[in-house]
């Protein structure tokens, strides 16, 4: 986190710095654009969720009666342009609706604009989130658990870790379940919060855990959260033991026995030879 912060802020100063500069240079003109491309785009612009690996399809539903050519843009870079985007879209309608294949990824998400004459619209295309989990977690009673919410969908979204335990009951806030034993951390993938870490795991952890990044239940991954008996690993190795023991003291036994009749033998041998 720190080093996200540190990285950022020069850029960020530099972002500064130009904005000022072009603010202060060109502050009429920007002001008149930026109000004519609103007043154009007729406000904010709409969010549109797609599910990665799947399709996107905008329509440019501006007016367009002499058939003027329709501009696409995604990030401010014409689509044709666009390295990512190149050659994986087609348009349709004369141009007025973009389609992106169903081999959609993470990346496609961005700010996607239409054209025509001096009008426009413009979309927010954001993945709609989803989140991996094990289906089955275990840990050895004691020892530190760590899960790792894998997420899909950009831009990543809050992460939320939810807890129920094995009795049921409704999913509550798993840093206050686990508490103070519990910390978030930035996941592999690099997600903010994307981990749960919680320390010294106990035996009433047992439970449910989910990893919440869509309001809709059915994105969210979850996974069953077993805690092993401390010794459970031992348990089969003092369990050969046991049987080695309990082996020995039978062959012990046993030689003994054989032991015993047989100076018994040698006994009435002896006796009977003395006799004879
Ligand atoms: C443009 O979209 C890409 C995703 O393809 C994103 O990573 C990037 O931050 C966007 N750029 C700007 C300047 O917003
Ligand atoms: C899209 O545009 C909004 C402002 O309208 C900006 O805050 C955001 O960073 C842009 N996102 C991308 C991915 O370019
Ligand atoms: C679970 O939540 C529902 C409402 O969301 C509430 O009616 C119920 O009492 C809760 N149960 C427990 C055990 O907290
Ligand atoms: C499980 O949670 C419920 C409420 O959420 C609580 O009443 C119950 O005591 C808990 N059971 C255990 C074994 O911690
Ligand atoms: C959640 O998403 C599924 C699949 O897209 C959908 O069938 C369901 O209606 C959604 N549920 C809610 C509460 O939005």
Same mark, same amino acid.
């Given at each position: 986190?720190?080093?996200?912060?540190?990285?950022?802020?020069?850029?960020?100063?530099?972002?500064?710095?130009?904005?000022?500069?072009?603010?202060?240079?060109?502050?009429?003109?920007?002001?008149?654009?930026?109000?004519? &491309?609103? *007043? =154009?785009?007729?406000?904010? %612009? !709409? +969010?549109?969720?797609?599910?990665? /690996?799947?399709?996107?399809?905008?329509?440019?539903?501006?007016?367009?009666?002499?058939?003027?050519?329709?501009?696409?843009?995604?990030?401010?870079?014409?689509?044709?342009?666009?390295?990512?985007?190149?050659?994986?879209?087609?348009?349709?309608?004369?141009?007025?609706?973009?389609?992106?294949?169903?081999?959609?990824?993470?990346?496609?998400?961005?700010?996607?604009?239409?054209?025509?004459?001096?009008?426009?619209?413009?979309?927010?295309?954001?993945?709609?989130?989803?989140?991996?989990?094990?289906?089955?977690?275990?840990?050895?009673?004691?020892?530190?658990?760590?899960?790792?919410?894998?997420?899909?969908?950009?831009?990543?979204?809050?992460?939320?870790?939810?807890?129920?335990?094995?009795?049921?009951?409704?999913?509550?806030? &798993?840093? *206050? =379940?686990?508490?103070?034993? %519990? !910390? +978030?951390?930035?996941?592999?993938? /690099?997600?903010?919060?994307?981990?749960?870490?919680?320390?010294?795991?106990?035996?009433?952890?047992?439970?449910?855990?989910?990893?919440?990044?869509?309001?809709?239940?059915?994105?969210?991954?979850?996974?069953?959260?077993?805690?092993?008996?401390?010794?459970?690993?031992?348990?089969?190795?003092?369990?050969?033991?046991?049987?080695?023991?309990?082996?020995?003291?039978?062959?012990?036994?046993?030689?003994?026995?054989?032991?015993?009749?047989?100076?018994?033998?040698?006994?009435?041998?002896?006796?009977?030879?003395?006799?004879?």
């Amino acid at each position: 986190m720190s080093r996200r912060t540190a990285l950022s802020s020069p850029m960020a100063l530099l972002l500064l710095f130009l904005a000022a500069v072009v603010s202060t240079r060109a502050q009429t003109e920007a002001a008149a654009e930026g109000a004519a &491309a609103a *007043a =154009a785009a007729g406000g904010e %612009a !709409e +969010l549109v969720l797609y599910n990665v /690996g799947y399709g996107i399809e905008l329509t440019c539903d501006l007016p367009n009666p002499t058939k003027l050519d329709v501009v696409w843009k995604k990030n401010d870079t014409a689509v044709e342009a666009w390295w990512d985007v190149r050659g994986r879209y087609r348009l349709e309608d004369g141009g007025a609706r973009l389609v992106l294949p169903p081999k959609t990824h993470e990346d496609d998400f961005g700010n996607y604009t239409c054209s025509v004459g001096g009008a426009s619209r413009a979309w927010r295309v954001q993945g709609n989130p989803h989140s991996k989990l094990p289906a089955n977690t275990n840990v050895v009673e004691g020892q530190k658990l760590k899960l790792q919410c894998r997420v899909v969908g950009k831009p990543y979204p809050a992460v939320t870790w939810l807890y129920e335990n094995s009795t049921g009951g409704n999913l509550t806030d &798993a840093l *206050a =379940a686990f508490a103070p034993r %519990a !910390e +978030l951390a930035t996941s592999d993938q /690099g997600v903010e919060g994307g981990a749960l870490l919680v320390a010294a795991a106990e035996r009433t952890d047992a439970g449910r855990l989910v990893c919440r990044v869509n309001h809709n239940a059915t994105f969210n991954g979850a996974t069953v959260l077993r805690v092993k008996d401390m010794y459970a690993a031992l348990w089969p190795f003092l369990g050969i033991c046991a049987e080695v023991l309990v082996l020995c003291a039978v062959i012990l036994i046993y030689e003994r026995r054989r032991a015993k009749p047989e100076l018994d033998d040698s006994d009435t041998d002896h006796h009977d030879a003395k006799k004879s």
